[in-house]
């Protein structure tokens, strides 16, 4: 059976970014059309599938066995990902001509990937906050129905709903990076200074947040 962290020279302790760039740098040889073999590139990329996956690479480590990739349809919620802020560089009045659109893309994901988890832990917080309370009211009249415990308990799941919704939309998040991988806006650019794409990529992120609340502030339409 093939080694993924051999096939890929990595250590079995190597991070998720050493994983990225050990893909990146073997995958520019390895690819068809660089003279490699089409075999060997599939067993490249699988291996890169794998060991960045968290959960497939812990099942990897510990039993040995390759999972399969997750259906099309969690895909699909990766590629909305991409596609609402394409759509936002799109509409954005940014000359993004000499700039790596990809490298784009990704911060903006990181950054909203950091607020999901700031608020899975704020979540989860207020998921025993509203236990600890529950545990302790109590109605002073026996055999009284318990609002307060009532309304804590739908804290509770409001919270524990929150958590879930946010943790499913950073995995999607997570596995639109990996799409990203496979993806290149610059190969036909002329190359620019460091300073010069540091600058434009600061002002086309800011474009973004801007856009983002424009649009999050438009009123929105009833469906009947």
Do not use: C
């Not at 700039?99 to 999901?116: K, N, P, S």
């Not at 799409?179 to 434009?200: C, K, M």
């Amino acid at each position: 059976m093939i080694d993924l962290y051999q096939l890929l020279g990595l250590k079995r302790a190597a991070t998720r970014e050493e994983v990225r760039k050990a893909y990146r740098r073997k995958a520019k040889s390895s690819h068809p059309d660089s003279g490699g073999s089409e075999e060997a590139f599939n067993a490249l990329t699988a291996a890169h599938d794998v060991l960045a996956d968290a959960r497939r690479r812990e099942r990897y480590d510990s039993t040995g066995e390759i999972e399969q990739a997750r259906p099309d349809n969690f895909d699909g919620s990766a590629i909305e990902v991409i596609a609402q802020k394409l759509g936002m560089i799109i509409h954005a009045e940014q000359d993004l001509t000499s700039l790596d659109i990809g490298a784009v893309i990704e911060q903006a994901i990181r950054e909203d990937i950091a607020l999901r988890k700031s608020s899975i832990a704020n979540q989860r917080r207020a998921v025993e906050r509203a236990a600890a309370l529950r545990a302790r009211v109590k109605r002073k009249a026996n055999n009284a129905d318990n609002m307060l415990a009532r309304v804590l308990d739908w804290h509770e799941s409001s919270a524990q709903d929150h958590v879930k919704k946010n943790e499913e939309a950073v995995r999607a998040m997570e596995r639109a990076l990996e799409i990203l991988e496979g993806y290149s806006f610059i190969d036909d650019l002329p190359s620019v200074e460091a300073g010069e794409v540091t600058a434009a990529l600061h002002d086309a992120l800011q474009a973004l947040d801007e856009l983002a609340a424009i649009f999050n502030a438009q009123p929105k339409t009833a469906v009947s």
